[in-house]
């Protein structure tokens, strides 16, 4: 059975960090795409970051809003996928999940919630 549980979500600052991360039992996240989304209040999910399975170079995407601020890896040891969002803004608040995908079907977390204060 694949599970995926965030963690790390909290209120945080403007301007302040925050690191979630993602740790998965039942797949091996390594041979995996895992995606960050999140979801803001009466706004739809939206891809945050990407990072593709060891195997294909672990190539990594970001979502315009976020370049530059939050860094996507994995701890293949830990069978983990993390987040580092740094210089958070009021507009990064909401529900963090990650995502991946095995034999067709899409898993997610249950979420992390993050609050950014102005």
């Not at 860094?71 to 069978?79: F, L, Q």
């Not at 095995?102 to 204060?117: C, H, I, N, P, R």
């Amino acid at each position: 059975q694949v599970r995926l549980v965030e963690s790390g979500g909290g209120l945080v600052q403007a301007g302040g960090s925050l690191t979630l991360s993602c740790a998965a039992s039942g797949i091996i996240m390594s041979s995996r795409t895992v995606g960050w989304y999140r979801q803001a209040p009466g706004k739809q999910r939206e891809l945050v970051a990407t990072i593709t399975s060891v195997a294909s170079g672990n190539r990594i995407n970001y979502a315009d809003s976020v370049k530059g601020r939050f860094t996507i890896s994995r701890d293949n040891a830990k069978n983990a996928v993390y987040l580092q969002m740094n210089s958070l803004k009021p507009e990064d608040a909401g529900v963090y999940y990650c995502n991946t995908n095995l034999f067709g079907a899409d898993f997610w977390g249950q979420g992390a919630q993050v609050t950014v204060s102005s």
